[in-house]
């Protein structure tokens, strides 16, 4: 979407009415996510950093999916409690994977919890391999 953004003039954009769940060809799950199988390595830290925006203070998180973005394991990158200012925030965490969850579920995926309503922005996603510490002789 165009707008006011915390790099360049767009960012993503996901809204979430678990009321429309009910109705014919609509769902209640909200989610997008990107496949980093071929992009990170597993054993390897990451640091996962992102930008967003909402009104609602709950309902969103950041984890690891299947290729369908509905099963998420339990590791995900934690939020805190959000703010929910209409404001933008960056939030930084670590992301290290198995082989066998890479597997399983190789998509970082940004979604909405089944009954949360809201819309949230989100921009400047990234995810970089943080470098191991040099060790003393």
């Excluded at 199988?37 to 967003?52: A, C, M, Q, S």
């Excluded at 509905?70 to 992301?95: C, P, Q, Y």
Aim: aromatic letters at 12%; hydrophobic letters at 30%.
């Amino acid at each position: 979407e165009p707008g006011e953004a915390p790099e360049g003039n767009h960012y993503l954009e996901m809204w979430h009415d678990p009321a429309r769940g009910s109705e014919h060809n609509s769902s209640s799950w909200s989610a997008c996510g990107q496949d980093i199988r071929n992009r990170i390595k597993p054993g390897i830290l990451y640091e996962v950093r992102f930008w967003y925006k909402t009104s609602h203070p709950y309902g969103f998180r950041i984890a690891i999916s299947d290729d369908g973005l509905v099963m998420h394991s339990s590791l995900g990158i934690g939020l805190g409690t959000a703010e929910a200012d209409g404001k933008w925030h960056e939030v930084k965490g670590t992301l290290k994977v198995t082989l066998e969850q890479l597997d399983y579920e190789p998509f970082l995926t940004l979604y909405y919890d089944y009954m949360a309503p809201g819309t949230i922005w989100f921009d400047k996603i990234s995810v970089k391999k943080i470098p191991e510490p040099v060790k003393d002789k």
